[in-house]
């Protein structure tokens, strides 16, 4: 039997011929769009870490929390971050060896301190003041590693303003200023860390 479609005339067998080319032409299509789109979630999974895992948290969906990361990124690109000069350097560490010999002594004077200390490297770098939220989202695009550090470093450091931050959480405090710091002085090569989708 012979079908007529827009002039021409299709044997049954070249209809159904037809029909599975397009039917695999739309799987491989959708196939090729899902392959798109697990290798960009898999390159903001690997590229902001934990820091994704907490968008996705936060949002309630990983499409959703994948526009916001790629939102923070055009931020940051907007922004001059630079490094450090070697006298800055030199400068920040040796107020970071002043600090934490007072840590003994005065934990919490230590630690507000060490919170006032990261903000001024980061100014120096070039992020702006801003809220700490504001602020954390855009250190995530090229410190996406220090993050959980870093939140939960502040945190302690704005409760311990109510007076109700322990002893082991001033200490941890610190070691996690310690290492937010020390990641902050390093020179980064731009776009080191910018390779997300």
Known sequence: MDYRIMGYYFTSMQLIVGAV??????LILVGALMERRKNRTQAFRDR???????AVLD???AREAET???KRETRVEGLTIRNLSAKERELFVGEWHAIQS???DHPKAAVTEANALVDT???SR?????????????????YPGIMENYRIAHAVAFRMSRLDA??????????????????????????????AA
Request: charge should be negative; proline fraction near 3%; hydrophobic fraction near 45%.
């Open 21 to 26: 080319v397009l039917l695999v032409l739309v």
């Open 48 to 54: 902001f870490g934990t820091e994704y895992d907490r």
């Open 59 to 61: 949002i309630g969906s």
């Open 68 to 70: 916001l990361l790629a």
């Open 102 to 104: 007072r840590f003994i």
């Open 121 to 123: 490297i980061l100014e």
């Open 126 to 142: 070039g992020y702006p003041r801003v809220s700490f939220e504001q602020r954390a989202a855009d250190v995530s695009v090229d």
């Open 166 to 195: 322990t002893t082991e959480e001033l200490r941890a405090a610190m070691i996690q200023y310690r290492t937010i710091f020390d990641e902050l002085i390093q020179d980064q090569v731009p776009g080191e860390t910018r390779n």
